[in-house]
C-alpha cells in the first residue's frame, strides 16, 4: 500500500501570509494531483504534476512535484480567506494497471481576516 | 452539464436498514468511483469501475456493494448499515484512467444510529 503523509494537519494564518504545506511518501508516483475541498463540497482539482522538478503555478499558489516523485509542495503567497479549505493531495502509482488513486489525510488551513 | 449529482444529501438510518446511495454523472466519462470521508482520515476507495458492467473493489469494500448497468450510473448500496458506515459519501467520475482529473460529486452524509 503506498501511503501519502501531509503535513501540516492544520494550519490557522493570517490573511496576507506566505504558507507551505507538503505531501510525502516512501514510493513513487507516476503523478500527483491536488485537489482543494470546501465545506458541504467535493473536492476540486487544483493541478496534476507529472515530471519530477515540475513547478506549476496557479496565480498565488505554486505546487512542486520533488525530484525523485516521491513528495510535493503546495506554497500559497498572501493568503486570503477564498483560500480557506481542505488541501488534499493524490498519487497515480507508478507503473502497472492500478487505477486507484491513493490520498493523503489532508491539510485543513483557515485563513483569518 | 450537471457533472456528477448525488441523492440524497443527508440520510439517516437504523442499524441494520439498508439503502442505496445514487450516482449520475452526464459527462461520458468510463471511470467511475466511490469514495468514503471521514474526519481527519481523507478519502478512502470503496469500489470503482473502469466501464459499464464491470465493477472492483477498493480498500474498503466491505458492507457495500455497487453495479454499473450504465455508463451515466453507478449506484452504491449498503445492505445491513451499521454505526461504523457513518461517513460522507463521495461519487467521483473520470475521462480515462488513473491520473486524470476527477470530478466529484457533492456528497452524501449518512449517520447510522
Known amino acids: 500500500t503506498q501511503l501519502l503523509e501531509q503535513s501540516p494537519q492544520f494550519l490557522s494564518i493570517q490573511e496576507g501570509e506566505n504558507l507551505t504545506v507538503y505531501c510525502n511518501s516512501s514510493?513513487?508516483?507516476?503523478?500527483l494531483q491536488w485537489y482543494r475541498q470546501e465545506p458541504g463540497e467535493g473536492p476540486v482539482l487544483l493541478v496534476t504534476v507529472v515530471t519530477g522538478g515540475e513547478v506549476k503555478k496557479l496565480k498565488r499558489l505554486t505546487f512542486q512535484f520533488g525530484d525523485a516523485r516521491k513528495d510535493s509542495s503546495l506554497h500559497i503567497t498572501a493568503a486570503q480567506p477564498g483560500d480557506t479549505g481542505l488541501y488534499l493531495c493524490?498519487?497515480?502509482?507508478?507503473?502497472?494497471?492500478?487505477?486507484?488513486?491513493?490520498f493523503g489525510k489532508g491539510t485543513l488551513l483557515t485563513v483569518n481576516p | 452539464n450537471a457533472g456528477v449529482t448525488q441523492t440524497p444529501k443527508f440520510r439517516i438510518l437504523k442499524i441494520g436498514q439498508s439503502m442505496t446511495l445514487q450516482c449520475t454523472q452526464d459527462m461520458n466519462h468510463n471511470y467511475m468511483y466511490w469514495y468514503r470521508q471521514d474526519p481527519g482520515m481523507g478519502l478512502k476507495l470503496i469500489y470503482y469501475?473502469?466501464?459499464?458492467?464491470?465493477?472492483d473493489k477498493g480498500e474498503v469494500p466491505n458492507g457495500y456493494n455497487v453495479s454499473r448497468s450504465t455508463t451515466e450510473d453507478f449506484p452504491l448500496r449498503l445492505e445491513l448499515a451499521a454505526p461504523s458506515q457513518t461517513s460522507v459519501y463521495f461519487c467521483a467520475s473520470s475521462y480515462s484512467r488513473i491520473g486524470d482529473t476527477q470530478y466529484f460529486g457533492p456528497g452524501t452524509r449518512l449517520t447510522v444510529l
Open positions: 514510493s513513487v508516483f507516476s503523478s
Open positions: 469501475s473502469v466501464g459499464a458492467g464491470i465493477t
Open positions: 493524490a498519487g497515480a502509482p507508478s507503473g502497472g494497471s492500478n487505477y486507484k488513486l491513493t
